[in-house]
């Protein structure tokens, strides 16, 4: 089923979330789950976990609790990332113990800094092979991902670092709503939505609620056309714990909670089986 | 951050009122200025950038790497991304603009920095302890810092004072400093600052103007230049005059205390 593509272009098809996961993501893909610290689209993370994918590359510049909770359970071997953190908490749990004591499985990472993963994120929307930025300069990251190059600038012989461009199998995102066109809106913090659409190779986008008028409120809003979007899903509450700015607060509460809770691997394992599923 | 904080050991005598780690961020807003446009991280570097706007600089502009540009907001966000920076900002742009277009584009006066480990010439490791393929602690890594260490005209960092942060040797060399003897920046054609001011919770450092190498140039009150030694882990240089990092204010003081509880606040749901 995974590895679908649509074979025509014009129309974002609307499915149920459960469905639009099961047509999207297959094992050893590489799927994309965004948003900077918004948006972030945990209702999808969670059915990913539900289906019992495995052998994922997991690229996301913050890998945050929706990445703790996949790689936590399972569902990840490799990880491209610039920052895994729990924001102004501390570690991500999870995270740390498969790169520390690979549990449950093993976990490679691809690292770069944040600048680089977004140029690599542009460098995919854009249809080009691979990003430049004026960047690790006197950094050790080069040294430990072959990822990271250098090109010299053919006007000026300036040295600039080049870093591959992010062109994942599947690319999911969260937004506020989309009209019956499929035409979504994505409001306050953008982060890198509209690239990941662009880059992937298939798209999904869960939104809060599709509207007859998506009334967006100025011409220069961030809209991403429902005829560049492969699949949406209608997912009330996607986002959180994470936030949907103009429905509801990022839950900082859950955050700081989380620490605990993904701190053993038991209390983690029941958390996740008594909130999320797809454990047994 | 804010636990931590509030959890540190009072100054014994003379100032029972505040901490020295209070004293580490009201010491960093006094360095930033009307005209500064801050990249800000989060955690003291944020503290002591809203501490400044709140106090002798309204004019600060403040920028979090999550697209949040000229922002002001009300209580310390929880993370780089809170909806209340974006509200509070004078326009929210994508983050790959924010990286290219305001970061690498040399619109930022100030980087603030933070990191788990430092040497003496203010290279910073927020990347691993031990080595890279088997670390002791997976640390969470770089996120904007090894491009706000080059792309900012200077760079403050602000961390606590101990042996484990404050080494001989870096375990990984996330963001650059002078480099690692001091030279490399300047000699790889780096055009910015890099770190000119460290802030802790004993003292103030600069880079010497010879070698860049850091040393003491003010001690928090009741910190002697024994503390410093015994809480580096280089042996520490003292510049030719040491002043006495001033005491905070009442209004510092209490600037700083109210943000932080109407943080805490707002952050326990």
Redesign the interface.
Known sequence: MAGWKREWVGVATFLPLDEAVALTVGDGQSVALEG???LIPFAAGHEIIRQGRRDLTLIR??PDLVYDQMIGMGCASRLV?????N???G??RR??DA??HGWPAPLALV?????AM??A??AGASNLPFAM?????????AD?NPQIRTVTCPFTGEDLAAVPALRPDVGIVHAQRSDRDGNVLVE?????Q??VVLAATVSLVTVEEVVDDLAAPSLNS?VIPGWAIDVIAVAPGGAAPS?T?GYY????????QWDEIASDRDTFRAWMDEHVGGTA | MNDETHASPRVSTGHPAWTREELMTIAASRALGDDDVCFVGIGPPSAACNLARLTHSPGLTLIYESGTLGTSPDVLPLSIGDGILADASITTVSVPEMFAYWLQGGHITIGFLAAAQMDRYGNLNTTVIGGYDAPKVRLPGGGGAPEIATACQQTYVIMRHAQRSMVERLDFATSLGHGPTGVERRQSGVTTAGPTRVFTDLCIMRPGPEDNELQVTSLHPGVGRDDVVEATGWPIRFAGQVDETPPPTNEELSVLRDLHRRSDEAHAG
Do not use: Q
Not at chain 1, 81 to 85: K, R
Not at chain 1, 111 to 115: N, V
């Open positions: 900077f610290t918004h510049m913050t990332f610039s920052y895994a953190g924001p102004g908490v570690s991500l995270l740390r790169v520390e690292e770069h800094s944040h600048a977004a140029a994120w542009s930025l004026r960047g690790y300069l006197g950094s050790g990251l430990v306050g913090i953008v982060g890198i509209k690239e961030c936030y700015h607060d990022r839950d900082n509460a859950f955050y700081l």
